[in-house]
């Protein structure tokens, strides 16, 4: 157990709607990465936050939206869902520059 | 042409056998991870390196800065080493978001 909870575990959903996927970091740990796996693109960054101003920006969509809270708890919205946006998403914390600890991940499918 | 290339991309061992993955990468770097993911999707953390060697049970994980190059030893193989092992490097940089190979599939049989 990494410490990183993300919640929920599954999520299905059809195409268009919008979802919310939650990431609590470990305890002191300021920093919060999404990710994103899906089968053709492997593992890919999203964005980071650190103590709640988002820090870098990867291969995120614009109908994708995250945001870290006071409590370090951080949010990803994806809205006017697509198949093609069905994956694997991970949030990751980090106590240091490089370490990183992962979440169990929330699996999106989209039909 | 990837920031961090991995071979090989599948690999069928018997139990008991020495494997090694190898990981490239053309990008300046402050550290590079070896990564697990299992069948059921999540991913534990291995190593992670700035240089040298590291090693924990049978697994030995080496890095070459100079050569840019990384490689990922298992020894006395086991079919429960089964699992999708992908190498990680973090940019220079503040935010050191992490680039992914594409992962090993490694099945060990008994």
């Known amino acids: 157990d990494s410490g990183v909870t993300q919640t929920p575990k599954h999520l299905i959903t059809a195409t268009g709607q919008r979802v919310t996927l939650r990431c609590s970091p470990r305890?002191?740990?300021?920093?919060v990465y999404w990710y994103q796996q899906s089968l053709d693109q492997g593992l890919q960054f999203l964005i980071q936050y650190y103590n709640g101003e988002e820090r870098a920006k990867g291969n995120i969509l614009e109908r994708f939206s995250a945001q870290q809270f006071p409590d370090l708890h951080s949010e990803l919205n994806l809205s006017s869902l697509e198949l093609g946006d069905s994956a694997l998403y991970f949030c990751?914390?980090?106590?240091?520059?490089?370490?990183?600890?992962f979440g169990p991940g929330t699996r999106l499918t989209v039909l | 042409k990837n920031e961090v290339e991995q071979s090989p991309q599948n690999l069928t061992a018997q139990e008991g056998e020495f494997i090694t993955i190898n990981c490239s990468y053309s990008?300046?770097?402050?550290?590079l991870h070896w990564l697990q993911q299992h069948p059921g999707g999540g991913i534990v953390s291995l190593f992670m390196?700035?240089?040298g060697k590291k090693k924990h049970g049978r697994l030995i994980a080496t890095i070459n800065i100079q050569e840019k190059h990384s490689s990922l030893h298992i020894t006395a193989s086991h079919p429960r080493d089964s699992a999708v092992y992908i190498c990680?490097?973090?940019?220079?940089?503040?935010?050191?978001?992490?680039?992914f190979g594409s992962g090993t599939q490694l099945t060990v049989l008994p």
């Open positions: 390196l700035s240089s």
């Open positions: 990008v300046g770097i402050s550290a």
């Open positions: 990751a914390s980090s106590p240091t520059h490089n370490e990183q600890f």
């Open positions: 305890s002191g740990d300021l920093s």
């Open positions: 990680a490097v973090n940019h220079l940089g503040a935010a050191r978001q992490l680039t």
